[in-house]
């Protein structure tokens, strides 16, 4: 049974920062991709970084480019999500997902409709 349990999230202030992880059982993604999303209440699902597990390549939502950074550590089958500079406006439930096969240019998977497997979410609240 594939699981991804995200951690790591909570309370900071405007101008800190975070990191969240990933950690992925029952199967490798050594193909595929994994992505961090978010959502704030009353919002949609939206995109926010994603990463290759072979070739490490990455891609960010322009909100966060240059604030956030997306690793991998393939050996403990986990993936971060470094968030510095945060804003009120970085607030919502952060969520982790995996695609199995990583096979389009990675801008595809901006969208959530590719990802077959997804976390919980992780609550990050940024105050002002």
């Known amino acids: 049974q594939v699981q991804l349990v995200e951690s790591g999230g909570g309370l900071v202030q405007a101008g800190g920062s975070l990191r969240l992880s990933c950690a992925v059982s029952g199967r490798t993604f050594s193909r595929g991709i994994m992505g961090w999303f978010r959502q704030a209440p009353g919002k949609e699902r939206e995109f926010v970084a994603a990463i290759s597990w072979s070739g490490g390549s990455t891609y960010y939502a322009d909100s966060v480019k240059g604030r956030f950074t997306i690793s991998r550590d393939n050996a403990k089958n986990t993936v971060y999500l470094q968030m510095n500079s945060l804003k009120p406006e970085d607030t919502a439930v952060y969520y982790c997902?995996?695609?199995?096969?990583?096979?389009?240019?990675?801008?595809?998977?901006?969208?959530?409709?590719?990802?077959?497997?997804w976390g919980q979410g992780t609550q990050v609240t940024v105050s002002s």
């Open positions: 997902a995996a695609d199995s096969v990583y096979y389009r240019e990675i801008s595809y998977y901006t969208s959530p409709v590719p990802y077959d497997y």
